[in-house]
């Protein structure tokens, strides 16, 4: 009962078929001996993959229980009756009963490693916000995630207005609020009714997240090349299309010095690009040539790249530490020290890690 519980909320599965039948000729056969298809565009599949596609299961299959029978009773003064009622569908079903338990013995079970994704990516999401909302909104923000319906979408919370004001209830001053105004600080939190269902509120897990990596690349910027850098790669960013340089000097109200010696620190840090343009205004022979700038396709995986780096770095310098220990070093309370400074700033760079490479 424990483990259908697990089950239920998605947190173990089944494994896929360990034996999947494929046949590679039944897909490859001669296009005379098919049904004529109108002609669009499929995407190839590797072999590996027409395989991997064959072993996996439906939602349902994947989270089905593990079926369990009453084998005595709960006490002696109903055991008899309990057992006489049932008797006649035992007998029938004990063979079945007997096939059940020696198929469910050789099913392979693993943890749903998406839905624990997906309970950090909510968590993660729901902290984030936090630190911006006064009590009231906060307590309704709280509600919102604690009244969370399990579905299959790992992009989404969605929770019902008669969870959420259950759960408000329960909050420091949450009786006294009015459905009008929780309606109304939902919407103001991005959390939007359906058109199917106006009684349920969903909120997009994956914008909050571009969001917070989008900060995270400005917060970097912002600390190896100063304000001046933060400003326009934020100007860069949120145009999505070529600068102008001088269009930059204007909207950023900037020294144009600073700007030319900022966008050159950007590129050469390989967050930006740059790219000659023949100017439309240009008149006489000569041809007048100006610079736009933009953020750079790949900013994310650079971003990303320096993560690792980051990463290994402090996993070797925690191994040094451990090993100086290990030597018996006479400043063993100093490199205790060191090791778990190096330890928790390890472990706060694994958040970082985890919105970019798991959500």
């Known amino acids: 009962m424990n483990f259908n519980k697990l089950v239920y909320a998605h947190y173990v599965e089944r494994c896929p078929k360990p034996e ?3 046949d590679p000729l039944a897909v490859e056969q001669p296009t005379s001996t098919r049904k004529r298809a ?21 939602d349902a299959e994947r989270f089905s229980e593990i079926p369990y ?17 049932n008797k006649r569908k035992h007998e029938t079903l004990e063979v079945d009963e007997d096939d059940s338990i020696i198929a469910e013995s050789e099913v392979l079970w693993r943890i749903n490693f998406e839905r624990f994704i997906f309970c950090l990516k909510k968590k993660f999401c729901a902290e984030r916000k936090k630190a911006k909302m006064r009590l009231g909104t906060l307590a309704i923000w709280e509600a919102f995630f604690e009244a969370n319906v399990t579905n299959n979408d790992n ?36 959390c939007t009714s359906t058109a199917n269902n106006p009684e349920e509120f969903t909120f997009d897990l994956n914008k909050l997240v571009e969001t917070c990596r989008n900060d995270e690349i400005e917060s970097l910027v912002k600390k190896k090349h100063g304000q001046e850098a933060y400003t326009i790669f934020r100007l860069l960013l949120k145009q999505g299309s070529p600068v102008e340089t001088d269009e930059i000097t204007d909207r ?56 690792y780096h980051a990463a290994l770095n402090l996993r070797q310098m ?17 490199l205790r020290n060191r090791k778990n400074i190096l330890i928790l700033a390890l472990t706060r760079h694994d958040e970082s890690l985890m919105l970019f490479h798991d959500f």
């Open 252 to 307: 950023t109200i900037l020294d144009k010095q600073v700007v030319h010696e900022t966008l050159y620190k950007l590129w050469k840090d390989e967050y930006i690009d740059s790219e000659r343009v023949p100017s439309t205004s240009a008149t006489g022979t000569g041809s007048a040539q100006f610079f736009v700038w933009r953020v750079k396709n790949i900013y994310r995986e650079h971003f990303m790249d320096n993560l």
């Open 69 to 85: 029978f009453m084998d005595g009773s709960s006490s002696a003064k109903d055991g008899h009756h309990a057992v006489a009622g």
């Open 318 to 334: 925690v191994n040094y530490m451990a090993e100086l220990l290990l030597e018996g070093s006479k400043d063993e309370i100093k």
């Open 155 to 190: 992009k989404t919370v969605t929770s019902p207005i008669d969870g959420i004001l259950e759960r408000v209830g329960q909050k420091e001053g949450g009786m006294s609020m009015t459905l009008d105004h929780i309606t109304s600080v939902l919407n103001d939190l991005e």
């Open 38 to 58: 109108p002609k669009t565009v499929e995407a190839v599949l590797s072999l590996e993959q027409k395989v991997v596609c064959t072993a996996a299961l439906s």
């Open 20 to 22: 999947p039948f494929f």
